[in-house]
């Protein structure tokens, strides 16, 4: 599910998950983060900037003493 968050009236970030497919099936190892900021105009939302990331693995938790 798609994360918006309004900055300003006119200015929202949107953060979302997404996997690749190939023959309908999701490739592994392909999962992407993709992270936009959009700009409202007099003619609607536009993309103002974006960028696409390959997701890292977790990290491990470090044990507490």
Not at 36 to 49: E, L, N, P
């Amino acid at each position: 599910n798609p994360k918006v968050q309004m900055l300003r009236p006119d200015v929202a970030t949107i953060f979302f998950h997404m996997d690749f497919l190939a023959d309908g099936k999701v490739v592994l190892g392909q999962q992407r983060t993709l992270i936009i900021v959009a700009d409202k105009s007099g003619d609607g939302w536009r993309i103002a900037a974006g960028q696409l990331t390959k997701e890292s693995p977790p990290r491990a938790q470090k044990p507490v003493d």
